[in-house]
């Protein structure tokens, strides 16, 4: 795992993980990795938990055209979208800090990685790939699933990406049985103990 850009430290690890507003985001947390990781919904439960903003750049894309992800990718195709990705990126990135999902190909543009980099960090939600296809293989929202052996494409696509998503900041695990919940408290623990001050705990007089 590596640190880029590191911001100074302010307090200690805590004890246990993180919760409240008594702890503030310094710089936006980008959630990264495969399809079926989980990046939405652990991404909306540390929001809550932090009392952050939460940020899906899938869901803004699919607000801009008022088509689904696989409509965009049939009628433009995977170009056009990765293209408006990385522009709703770039702006999602401008903002206030805050929890930021992004769709399993974002991290892999070196522009979007640069930009994560420079105004946030990037925490790669780590499955192994039987996890995943458990959780994607009765989704038909995935375009780059829909072909005739889901199965294999996706192992391509995971031994194509993880070596990029090793490249993230923070790497937390992702196992089977482990709650939603328990995934987003294990994020933010892993933040509050980054050396970079990514998620440090308010002076008393502020919280």
């Given at each position: 795992m590596t640190t880029e850009n590191p911001?100074?430290?302010?307090?200690?690890?805590?004890?246990?993980a993180p919760r409240g507003d008594a702890w503030q985001?310094?710089?936006?947390v980008v959630l990264v990795g495969m399809p079926g990781c989980g990046k939405s919904a652990v991404g909306a439960a540390l929001a809550r938990r932090l009392c952050a903003p939460f940020r899906d750049s899938d869901a803004e894309i699919v607000a801009a055209a008022n088509l689904g992800i696989a409509e965009i990718f049939d009628r433009w195709g995977e170009d056009f979208f990765r293209e408006k990705e990385a522009q709703v990126l770039a702006r999602l990135l401008e903002g206030a800090p805050c929890?930021?999902?992004t769709g399993g190909g974002a991290f892999l543009r070196p522009g979007n990685r640069a930009l994560i980099a420079e105004r946030g960090i990037a925490v790669w939600l780590k499955a192994d790939l039987e996890l995943l296809w458990e959780r994607v293989r009765r989704k038909e929202t995935r375009p780059l699933l829909r072909v005739p052996d889901p199965r294999a494409r996706l192992a391509e696509l995971?031994?194509?990406?993880?070596?990029?998503?090793?490249?993230?900041?923070?790497?937390v695990e992702s196992e089977a049985g482990v709650s939603v919940a328990t995934m987003a408290a294990r994020v933010a623990r892993a933040l509050a103990e980054h050396p970079g001050g990514v998620l440090v705990q308010k002076a008393k007089d502020e919280a």
């Open positions: 911001l100074p430290a302010r307090g200690r690890a805590p004890k246990t985001l310094m710089r936006p929890v930021l999902s995971y031994d194509e990406r993880v070596p990029v998503y090793a490249q993230a900041g923070l790497t």
